[in-house]
């Protein structure tokens, strides 16, 4: 029995800010989540007692790796100089696949700019990592939520 291959196009990732298609990706990884905490804290007692607390932490921070060249670093350059002057710099984040078995989908509807991103020149094009912190929604795979958020 032949199976056919999963294919996966870097190109069907969508990264949304602001309401800006963000373009120009960062050659290699270009796209990074990671939870500020567990979802589950444990507890274990002297007796073996054994318990868990549901954490409701849902914040995180999205890294974006783009290349120096690309126009996004503009737009997310003015959203972290709108937040320093007037403190109004949050804003919605979607992260999106389209086309794939198991699609990612990350959105934020409160995020904003950590910190400027590291500057380095040379003969070749750089890239820029911009730190984006906020509380996300997750999910891999269909699902309600991914039904909802498909057409942002």
Known sequence: MSRRPVS???ASVAIIIAG???????DGSFVQWSA???????????DGHFARAKT?????TLSLSLAQTSSSNHVLSDLRKRDMQT?????????????VSAP?????????ILQPPDVDR?????EYEWQIYGTWQFEIGESELIDILRNI
């Open 56 to 60: 409701n932490d849902r914040r995180g």
């Open 36 to 46: 500020e905490s567990q979802d589950w804290q444990t507890y274990s007692g002297a």
């Open 122 to 126: 040379s003969k070749e094009i750089g």
């Open 20 to 26: 800006h298609q963000i373009t120009g990706y960062a």
């Open 104 to 112: 990612i989908l990350l959105h934020s509807p409160g995020a904003f």
């Open 8 to 10: 996966y196009d870097p």
């Open 87 to 99: 403190g109004d710099g949050v804003f919605s984040v979607t992260v999106k696949e389209r086309g």
